[in-house]
């Protein structure tokens, strides 16, 4: 009797010892700096981003139920630059009175279902999609944006889930204006 608790308890020591090994193994602690290394930043609902290199600020809102990020665009022309589909479009800023005309190569035509408010209709719009570099906090990324109408929004860009992906964050509703703008953005 005595010996099976003397090999029961060595047993345990001996499983112990095997699960506080594999605790500290460069597999387990690989994991812990992945989750680190991924850690998300918080932001509100209400952000500011800059559109570069124009560095033009924009009230932006962080739509999590919104695939694609979309900003206020007026007077929208296609036209061919070196045989490639081009976007010119203008942004007005009322509030920096500065009008900013903007060309940027066509990406795609994304087909897009609009929302209450937005003039909704049963068909999808198609939108441009361009590539627009995009400040967000410290970081500066570049994302697709699709070009359309935003004037009757309060927040001239507005910056969806694959956006908020891009840029690592995790969206608080309650909160807003969380983020200062401190990119480093090249000098023209």
Known sequence: ??????????????????????????????????????AK???????????????????????????????????????????????????TR????????????????ARIKTRIGEGATKEPQSRPVVMMQVCFGDQIQEIEVNLTDRSHFKYPFLLGYSGIVQFNKLVDPSLHDTLPLTCSVPKE
């Open 94 to 109: 009322a509030n920096q009175k500065r009008i900013y005309i903007i060309e940027r190569p066509l990406v795609r035509s």
């Open 1 to 38: 009797m005595k010996s099976k608790h003397l090999i029961l308890n060595l047993l345990l020591v001996v499983t112990g010892m095997i699960s506080l090994s594999l605790l500290s193994s460069p597999i387990a602690l690989a994991g812990e700096k992945d989750k680190k290394e991924t």
């Open 41 to 91: 930043t918080v932001v509100g609902l209400h952000e500011i981003v800059a559109v570069l290199p124009e560095n033009m600020h924009l009230s932006a809102k962080i739509d999590t139920g919104a695939h694609h990020s979309s900003l206020d665009a007026q007077n929208i022309e296609f036209f061919t630059r070196d045989n490639k589909e081009w976007v010119r479009f203008q942004i």
